[in-house]
């Protein structure tokens, strides 16, 4: 397995957007969009790939972390809109989904207000987490890698990319490399 190239696999991106900013990550899933949004929006799938939901009238709760939210836009099978709520915050969650020859462009974006946490993790805190999910998703759908990347290396990695991309929309590269040192520490933990 070639590290590298699963890392590069994903566009990684942030921009200001509002009062906070905005992370978002890009990927080519080898499904098409029908197939990703079953795997994405159907509990009993979610759960092989992310973590088990419930959703009941309209929110959505995740049974492992404690997240919930409310489902906002549900257009079948193109675009979902979300309220990610945990621990008393809320941000928007966008992924959208268009179709790319025989497979799909997979878009997430996930808002983030600009605080201590931006401030101390930068978008690596939200991104590496999608990294890790959308991996998980691609291997779900059956596109994945063959091997099971190394954990604390993959995590390592994808921190870096998130780094290259806080740089790259303006972030001096003392904040960047810090973030990203603070992320990749958080994520293996140490």
Not at 142 to 152: F, K, T
């Amino acid at each position: 397995m070639d590290l590298a190239a699963l890392v590069a696999a994903t566009a990684r991106s942030t921009r200001p957007d509002g009062d906070g900013h905005l992370v978002v990550l890009e990927r080519r899933l080898n499904a098409a969009p029908a197939e990703v949004w079953s795997a994405m929006t159907e509990p009993e799938r979610v759960g092989a790939w992310f973590e088990p939901v419930v959703v009941e009238g309209g929110r959505y709760r995740l049974a492992g972390s404690g997240t919930a939210g409310s489902v906002l836009v549900c257009e079948r099978p193109a675009l979902l809109r979300l309220t990610w709520e945990y621990d008393g915050a809320s941000s928007p969650l966008e992924v959208a989904l268009r179709m790319v020859g025989p497979g799909t462009l997979l878009r997430l974006a996930h808002g983030a207000d600009d605080d201590e946490h931006w401030q101390e993790y930068g978008p690596g805190a939200a991104g590496v987490g999608w990294d890790g999910s959308l991996l998980a998703l691609e291997r779900h759908l059956g596109g994945g890698a063959s091997e099971e990347p190394d954990g604390p290396a993959y995590v390592r990695a994808t921190a870096a990319a998130w780094e290259r991309a806080h740089r790259a929309s303006g972030a001096s590269i003392v904040a960047a490399k810090t973030a990203a040192a603070r992320v990749a520490a958080f994520y293996t933990a140490g």
